[in-house]
């Protein structure tokens, strides 16, 4: 059996601090492997967005550390994400997506106040028609955002629940606490 791995505390701490955090209800967590490549220390979440049972978004966030610190990242830290989401197809065509998903990153990490410089990353917006044998449903399309940025400090509960905000705009999750309009039932009705 090999001995345990002893983690620089800084990793450590930043590890317990995305383990700590509790996402809403619709976001399932599992922790996964790790590229090894990246930095020498690295830590990685996936996530499935729920909606009526069904998936309706994924996403992974991976924590990279590197004690001598990185130029590109400004830090010894990093936070690396992917989410993607299926989307209407009128919605998937509107040219106003990317940087309406765009937003969806940077509000949740205001909103959450989760401190962080170096902040980049791409928002890609597709759309698929079937044909022939592969003919089916209608056209769909999908976003796509990629994203990292450093943290300041190694406390990253609030990174955690932006990015848990973040997958929740990507899936159409209304904000928590409020019912959408279709689920909502008159007055005195059971």
């Known amino acids: 059996m090999a001995p345990p791995i002893a983690y620089p505390e800084t990793f450590a701490r930043a590890?317990?601090?995305?383990?700590?955090?509790?996402?809403?209800?619709?976001?399932?967590?599992?922790?996964?492997?790790?590229?090894?490549?990246?930095?020498?220390?690295?830590?990685?979440?996936?996530?499935?967005?729920?909606?009526?049972?069904?998936d309706v978004a994924t996403g992974r966030l991976i924590l990279?550390?590197?004690?001598?610190?990185?130029?590109?990242?400004?830090?010894?830290?990093?936070?690396?994400?992917?989410?993607?989401?299926d989307l209407e197809a009128d919605l998937a065509a509107d040219p106003l997506l990317p940087a309406v998903g765009w937003t969806w990153l940077t509000d949740a990490l205001d909103a959450q106040e989760a401190r962080h410089r170096a902040l980049g990353g791409t928002v890609t917006q597709t759309m698929s028609t079937r044909f022939g044998e592969l003919a089916g449903p209608p056209t769909t399309g999908d976003?796509?955002?990629?994203?990292?940025?450093?943290?300041?400090?190694?406390?990253?509960?609030?990174?955690?629940?932006?990015?848990?905000?973040?997958?929740?705009?990507?899936a159409g999750l209304p904000p928590p606490g409020v019912t959408?309009?279709?689920?909502?039932?008159?007055?005195?009705?059971?």
């Open 64 to 85: 990279l550390h590197d004690p001598a610190g990185h130029e590109g990242w400004q830090g010894t830290l990093r936070l690396v994400t992917y989410v993607t989401a």
């Open 143 to 170: 976003i796509e955002i990629r994203a990292s940025w450093t943290p300041l400090g190694d406390e990253l509960v609030r990174h955690l629940m932006a990015w848990c905000t973040l997958l929740a705009s990507t």
């Open 180 to 190: 959408p309009l279709s689920e909502r039932r008159p007055a005195g009705t059971a």
């Open 15 to 54: 590890v317990a601090g995305l383990r700590s955090a509790t996402p809403r209800a619709e976001i399932v967590l599992e922790e996964v492997g790790a590229p090894q490549r990246l930095a020498p220390y690295a830590f990685a979440l996936s996530a499935t967005v729920l909606r009526d049972g069904d």
